[in-house]
Structures are given as C-alpha cells and as structure tokens.
C-alpha cells in the first residue's frame, strides 16, 4: 500500500529560525514528489515539484531534498517568517497506466512566533 | 483572475439532509477532483472526473455524488447516507496530459447541525 508520513506532526518556531519537515514514502513506482503549502483555511498552493534526478530544488526560502534510494525528502525553510505559519503536505506521485496517482501525507503544521 | 472558486466557505447540514458544495474553474482544465480533509490526516479522494460528461469515484465515494455537464462546473452533493460528512472539502483542477501540479479551491467547511 502506498503511503507518506510526515515528520513532525507540528512545531513552533521563532521567526528568523529554521527549520526542516520530513517526509518518507513508500509509494511504488516514483513518479515525483511535490510539497504544498496550506494556509488556514485555504487550499495547498504548490512550492516545489522533485522528480527522480533531482536531489535539491530551491524556491526562496524554501529548500527540497529528494533522497530517491532511501524514499525520503525534506523541505527546509531559512530564516522563517511570520507568514511561513502554515501547514506543510508532501504529495507523491505514482505512475499508474491509467494516469498518475496520487498520495499524500498527513501534513506538518508550523508555527512561527515573533 | 483564473483560478477555482469553491461556495460556500461554510455549510451546514441537518440530519438526513443532501448537501451541494459548488465548484467552478475557469483554467480550461480538463480534470477536476473533490478531496475530504480531515485533522491530521492526508487528503482523501472522493470523485474525479478527467473530461466531461465522464466521472470516477475515488477512495471514499460511498455517500457523495458528483456530475460533471459543463468543463467549468464539478459540484459535489453530500448525501444523507454520509454518515460522518464533517470535513474540509477541497476542489482541485489540472491539465491533463502531463504534470500533476493541482491548483486547489479555497475550500468549504461542511458541519452537521
């Protein structure tokens, strides 16, 4: 069965910190894995997208590792701020002959504080 | 601006009552999916549709219905047999044909009165 599990479930922060979010999977076969951000409230908004060849892709502040062999990932945000308060869901993507399939994690809710 | 509505932002429901949550997108995506968000947990599947007039339960369609007669349009009825409709449910579109990047609605709150 196909699964993602997020580490840890919540965290709180100073702003001006970092900090970094697991994800380990074991979806079968990778097709890629993308991370969302998730205001309160509000639909998840797409940061970043890792496929198979990709080990580390930057958005801003917002940094993603892929670790194919060890199926797992990891976004890390740099000196955070009051607006990175969120919820973090990381979504994999199997190939799937009828089209992709997708499966997400619980999701990683950040607080940050002044 | 393009992007996905969803109406209402929050909806109650009474004992053995059908709900509609609308959703409307103007991306000229082909598919269309309704999740369940639940606390702490990852998003459900609930019905997708990848063109019109064509729709597929998802995970956990028992309880929900959907229809799907204009591209634009993908409304979901929660129906009585839902037993535990509470959530957040959530709208999403993409292009098909490569890419999985989902752009999502804003959202309801479904809560049972």
């Known amino acids: 069965k196909n699964q993602v599990e997020q580490s840890p479930q919540s965290l709180i922060i100073l702003e001006g910190k970092n900090c970094t979010l697991q994800c380990n999977y074991t979806v079968s076969p990778f097709s890629n894995l993308r991370w969302y951000k998730q205001d309160t409230g509000r639909g998840p908004v797409s940061l970043t997208i890792m496929t198979f060849s990709e080990n580390t892709k930057s958005n801003g502040r917002y940094t993603a590792t892929l670790d194919a062999d060890t199926k797992q990932s990891s976004l890390h945000i740099t000196a955070s701020q009051l607006s990175d308060s969120a919820s973090y869901i990381c979504v994999v993507s199997a190939i799937k002959a009828a089209g992709n399939k997708l499966t997400f994690g619980g999701g990683t809710r950040v607080l940050v504080k002044p | 601006d393009g992007g996905i509505t969803q109406s209402p932002k929050y909806l109650f429901r009474k004992e053995g009552q059908n709900v509609t949550l609308s959703c409307e997108q103007n991306?000229?995506?082909?598919?269309m999916y309704w999740y369940r968000q639940d606390p702490g947990q990852g998003l459900r599947l609930i019905y997708y549709?990848?063109?019109?007039?064509?729709?597929q339960k998802g995970d956990i369609a028992e309880g929900y219905s959907v229809s799907r007669e204009k591209k634009e349009s993908f409304p979901l009825t929660v129906t009585s047999a839902q037993k535990n409709p509470t959530a957040f449910y959530l709208c999403?579109?993409?292009?098909?044909?490569?890419?999985?990047?989902?752009?999502f609605g804003s959202g309801t709150q479904l809560s049972v009165l």
């Open positions: 999403a579109s993409r292009t098909t044909g490569g890419g999985e990047k989902l752009f």
């Open positions: 991306l000229n995506h082909d598919a």
């Open positions: 549709s990848q063109i019109v007039n064509d729709f």
